[in-house]
């Protein structure tokens, strides 16, 4: 019996023909599927990358010695020294800035916000010195960043902890917005985000990080990356599509599965790009449902769903035969209780509801006067 | 006497080749000379260098030469400007031309620089044409960003110049990442953050120097005192204006910024100071004499007194010009030549400028990525205009 040497992990009966990246510790009991968590998929990437191409570095609060404030990084200042894996002080402005800067001169940063609520402290060098140097200088200098952490709400921790930025830095001409939902997402994007020339800016959330998903063999081979700029689609249908991104993606599959048992045949997108965005996809996929409902955590007004709902309006207006219908989190700062905290947020039957009046299956809304 | 002569072929190539090639064909061009600054250096945690600086004959001439140019242009541009072909934002360094170029002369290429936005003469200094200074400025396509910048956006990253940045206090932070990314390479070189009394206030450059000084990065910052931030003089802004010292546990000096030797032995010894033991600060007491930018008169909050004070005493081309004669290393009239020399020079690049075309239609969808993945860009009416990005 043909036997891998140092294979240390133990009896498996699929044996992977593709080089395993190291430091990546793999839950697998069974055979035919491997799973991965989230945080796996982003440790394997930065490590990964780190180790191909050495103008790589990540800094960020607690990412070196505490092992990364959610164990993303973790083992990789071991690893690569505390030359590659900067913690820095509490400054984001600051170190924001020396984090263009680096990139300006040619290395490849990784910048990690413990959340992105603190990269607002950093905004003005993530739009004014990284989005916009390339456009300003005509291609002279260039700024290969990648700007990663969580993003979004998480639990119970209130107003100032809670928000989402995918529609604010959407908006910005000369950055990459990416969302990942799954492991293979996390993994292939963070990736290929690392290799793009551009600034990046990488959504994660904090709840996913625990989630295992299966995944593929190819997943991870260490040349694995997802184009950036293409939307996935996670469950194919006829009646409905429902646009999400991250955490909402797996809320759409599982409103998804209820809709199923009603006769309402879901498409569901996983956008994985909010910048750029993959209108081909989705008004290919709403021309073929005729209906469309768009799901984000963030806040409602001028939101990703509102510009998903103008692209369709502009480019497919004849095919829709139902008004578009928009699931967004609360008007309202976050709340803490709990309570209120599971109204301010979408949830499956909120979902759910949505697709059905899209299907004229229930009566709409009442207005307000 | 020395007499000078001089190709003349050589003065109508671009600015940089034209003064490598000018030769002093005195038997002392290259003897050394040694110059008093005109004030002593003050330090902070550290003892400052010497008022005695070495210099050459030649490397006099070419002080007095490169100044001159940067003088000329910053008047060129307040014509062009009040002639409506420079528009939006001309923020002019006449005044301030010692720090740049006693700077470059302490350093090297592969030393970086970055500025805010009053970066007309660094970028000269650094190597660039006047040509894609004028351009840049009336927005044409040979501008050095391709007249998508304008004059706060010059850049030149091959000869180590980074901007060129709009945003107060923003270059202080990325110019410490230049110096984290040459430590990173372990190039042996330093960065130059250049930065005003305005910006000295910024809690982002407070960071940057603690991070700074926590991992011995090669970062100079340099402010440029001029006394005024925009309209507001340096007293009404700053509790302690002691630039010099609000590094606290980052050594400084102050240094006279209208003296090019100064200003070239404070550069120097922070380059080696930086290399070895990271961040210090150089205060350049320096002055501007137009006002903050050209829609501001420089006269609502500073007396006309002050400002022919300063050019009479303190002008850094009149300083050189009077040790050149006091040295015997040319005549008055061989300056007002060169002066008029480089006035030609402006004026040629100027009207070679406006030859220059704007930039085509589709420059507008350009640069916006290295990488655009063939997505979609779209103009004002996007069911008239759009692109794809390549």
């Known amino acids: 019996m043909l036997r891998i040497a140092g294979n240390k992990l133990g009896a498996r009966g699929f044996t992977s023909p593709f080089l395993k990246p190291a430091g990546l510790t793999l839950r697998s009991y069974s055979s035919s599927a491997k799973q991965m968590t989230v ?5 394997s990437a930065l490590d990964e990358e780190m180790s191909a191409d050495h103008n790589v570095f990540l800094m960020g609060e607690e990412v070196g010695e505490y092992q990364g404030a959610y164990k993303v990084s973790k083992g990789l200042m071991q690893k690569f020294g505390p030359q590659r894996v900067v913690d820095t002080p509490i400054t984001e402005a600051g170190f924001t800035g020396i984090g263009v800067g680096a990139a300006f001169y040619g290395l490849r940063p990784v910048v990690e916000f413990m959340t992105f609520n603190f990269a607002m402290q950093a905004m003005d060098h993530i739009i004014n010195s990284a989005a916009k140097t390339n456009y300003m200088s005509s291609g002279n200098i260039n700024v290969p960043i990648v700007f990663r952490g969580p993003n979004g709400a998480a639990a119970g921790v209130g107003a100032q902890h809670s928000q989402c930025y995918a529609a604010w830095y959407g908006s910005c001409p000369g950055l990459k917005v990416l969302v990942p939902y799954s492991s293979e997402d996390a993994r292939g994007l963070l990736k290929a985000a690392i290799r793009d020339p551009d600034p990046v800016v990488f959504l ?49 599959l599982k409103a998804a599965e209820i809709l199923a048992k009603d006769g309402i045949d879901a498409e569901v997108i996983n956008l994985r790009s909010i910048r750029p965005l993959d209108r081909t996809t989705i008004n290919a996929s709403v021309r073929k449902t005729n209906r469309l409902v768009t799901v984000e955590e963030g806040f409602p007004q001028h939101g990703v769903g509102a510009e998903i709902c103008t692209s369709i309006v ?5 095919y829709l035969d139902a008004p578009v219908e928009r699931i967004a989190g609360a008007d309202v700062p976050m709340p803490y209780a709990a309570n209120l905290e599971r109204m301010a947020l979408p949830q499956v039957e909120d979902i759910v509801r949505a697709a059905k009046r899209a299907c004229y299956r229930s009566l709409p809304a009442a207005a307000t006067a | 006497m020395a007499h ?39 330090g902070h945690k550290i003892d400052p260098p010497s008022r005695s600086v070495e210099t050459t004959p030649q490397e006099l001439m070419t002080f007095f030469r490169d100044m001159a140019l940067m003088r000329r242009m910053e008047i060129a541009a307040d014509s062009l400007y009040k002639a409506k072909l420079i528009r939006g934002f001309c923020h002019l360094y006449d005044g301030q031309e010692a720090v740049a170029v006693g700077m470059e002369a302490a350093i090297t290429k592969k030393d970086c620089i970055i500025t805010a936005y009053r ?20 927005g044409r396509k040979d501008g050095c960003s391709k007249g998508k910048g304008g004059s706060m956006h010059f850049y030149k990253k091959d000869s180590g110049f980074y901007g060129g940045h709009g945003i107060v206090g923003a270059q202080i932070p990325l110019g410490c990442g230049l110096a984290f990314a040459q430590k990173y390479s372990k190039d042996e070189n330093v960065t130059f953050a250049l930065y005003g009394d305005g910006a000295a206030n910024q809690g982002q450059l407070f960071e940057a120097l603690n991070m700074a000084a926590l991992w011995d990065l090669p970062a100079i910052l340099v402010c440029e005192n001029n006394h005024y ?40 010894f922070s380059k080696e100071h930086a290399l070895k033991n990271g961040p210090i600060i150089l205060e350049m007491d320096t002055y501007r004499y137009h006002g903050h930018s050209m829609s501001d008169p420089g006269s609502t909050y500073r007396t006309r007194d002050e400002i022919s004070g ?14 050149v004669l006091s040295h015997d290393l040319a005549t008055e009239k061989e300056l007002k030549d060169i002066e008029k020399e480089v006035r030609k020079n402006v004026d040629e690049a100027i009207a070679q400028a406006k030859e220059s075309p704007m930039p085509e239609p589709s420059e507008l969808f350009t640069n916006v990525y290295v990488k655009g993945y063939g997505v979609e860009s779209f103009g004002a009416d996007r069911k008239e205009l759009r692109a794809v990005l390549p």
């Open chain 2, 310 to 323: 300063v050019r009479q005493e303190r002008d850094p081309i009149e300083r050189i010009r009077k040790l």
């Open chain 1, 39 to 43: 945080r796996e998929a982003l440790n």
């Open chain 1, 314 to 318: 502009e480019d497919s207006f004849g």
């Open chain 2, 4 to 42: 000078l002569t001089r190709r003349t072929a050589d003065l109508l190539k671009p600015f940089s080749v034209a003064l490598s090639s000018m030769r002093l064909l005195t038997t002392t061009s290259t003897t050394p000379i040694t110059v008093e600054t005109s004030l002593p250096f003050t």
């Open chain 2, 119 to 138: 970066d007309h003469c660094i970028f000269l200094g650094r190597g660039g044409t006047l040509l894609e200074c004028f351009s840049e400025l009336m």
């Open chain 2, 229 to 268: 931030g925009m309209g507001t003089a340096e007293w009404r802004a700053a509790k302690s204006p002691a630039y010099y010292k609000r590094g606290d546990y980052v050594p400084g000096l102050k240094v006279d910024g209208m003296d090019v030797f100064a200003v070239k032995q404070a550069c120097k």
């Open chain 1, 204 to 252: 994660e959330n904090e709840l996913l990080y625990g989630e295992a998903f299966p995944v593929s063999a190819e997943v991870f081979d260490s040349g694995f990356c997802i184009p950036i700029g293409k939307a996935k689609i996670e469950r194919e249908g006829k009646h409905v599509t429902i646009t999400s991104f991250s955490k909402m993606v797996g809320f759409s």
